[in-house]
């Protein structure tokens, strides 16, 4: 329940009355913030050059889904990278993949080629040797971006 009312607070919240100037306003700030060019935007966002000038121009001509997908993106790179551990980020990754696909930490070590037991204490915040947790980081970057491929 708490994720559904978390989805309706960042759709109220995200969704001005005039979604162009939301967006405009939101690929200023990434513009600024990193000093990208629309080059580098259409490639990020997988839209074309003219489709992000007429954005910036106030024309909004793409459909709801293509906003939502925008939308996600501009908000992580503008403001998911502040404040939100790294190792937090994996852990949130790992027990994506863990519902998403219904393994078991069993199952996610012999894929990721680590210890059961080293990746319970990855999960659960135990000391790890560095190595180790970068291994298991890694591991879960590259196994999230397979499956999503």
Same mark, same amino acid.
């Given at each position: 329940?708490?994720?559904?009312?978390?989805? !309706?607070?960042?759709?109220?919240?995200? =969704?001005?009355?005039n979604?162009?100037?939301?967006?405009?306003?939101?690929f200023?700030?990434?513009?600024?913030?990193?000093?990208?060019?629309?080059q580098?935007?259409? %490639?990020?966002?997988?839209?074309? $050059?003219?489709?992000?000038?007429?954005?910036? /121009?106030?024309? /909004?001509? !793409? =459909?709801?889904q293509?906003?939502?997908?925008?939308?996600? %993106?501009? #908000?992580?790179? /503008?403001?998911?990278?502040?404040?939100?551990? #790294?190792?937090?980020?994996?852990?949130? $990754?790992? /027990?994506?993949?863990?519902?998403?696909?219904?393994?078991? *930490?069993?199952?996610?070590?012999? !894929? *990721?080629?680590?210890?059961?037991?080293?990746?319970?204490?990855? %999960?659960?915040?135990?000391?790890?040797?560095? =190595?180790?947790?970068?291994?298991?980081?890694?591991? $879960? !970057?590259?196994?999230?971006?397979?499956?999503h %491929?």
């Amino acid at each position: 329940m708490d994720k559904f009312q978390d989805n !309706i607070e960042v759709s109220l919240l995200s =969704t001005p009355s005039n979604q162009s100037d939301y967006l405009r306003e939101q690929f200023q700030n990434l513009i600024k913030k990193f000093n990208l060019e629309f080059q580098q935007l259409s %490639k990020m966002f997988d839209m074309p $050059i003219y489709e992000i000038e007429d954005l910036m /121009n106030g024309s /909004n001509n !793409i =459909t709801n889904q293509k906003f939502e997908d925008v939308e996600n %993106k501009l #908000a992580m790179l /503008n403001y998911g990278f502040e404040g939100f551990d #790294a190792k937090e980020r994996v852990k949130v $990754i790992l /027990n994506t993949l863990l519902t998403e696909y219904e393994l078991t *930490i069993e199952n996610l070590s012999k !894929i *990721i080629n680590v210890e059961e037991k080293e990746l319970i204490d990855f %999960k659960e915040e135990r000391l790890l040797e560095k =190595t180790m947790e970068i291994k298991i980081s890694v591991n $879960i !970057i590259m196994l999230n971006f397979v499956l999503h %491929k």
